[in-house]
């Protein structure tokens, strides 16, 4: 199992997030498709906020299921929490905030969100 580090764009909030990145989503929902994230999904128990749990801010929308989380100052979109429809605790991670990963080399998935 691999560790990656990630954080916004100014730095308040750093987190690490462990397993193995096999795909990430695109998801055309009006909040996704905005901020151009591309998530992939892990249990909440993979992520460890290191710092800046304080300067996250949180909107939720439609379902109120997700809530997507941003650095009150940068205004980046490093993950967002909820939970999946198994019932358990989950992580959104936007992999465009994690640092040392090939974007090109990971397959992305289209998400149909809009439908939801």
Known sequence: MSTYKGSC????VAYEVDGE??????CNCSVCQRKGALLWFVPRAALRIDRGEDALTTYTFNKHVIRHQ???TCGMHP????????????????????EDID?????VHPFDGRAM
């Open 9 to 12: 764009h100014c730095g308040k």
């Open 21 to 26: 990145i096999d795909s990430g989503l695109a």
């Open 70 to 72: 941003f650095c009150a």
């Open 79 to 98: 993950f967002g929490q909820g939970v999946g429809p198994d019932g358990n605790e989950m992580a959104a991670i936007n992999l465009r905030c994690l």
């Open 103 to 107: 974007l090109a080399a990971i397959p």
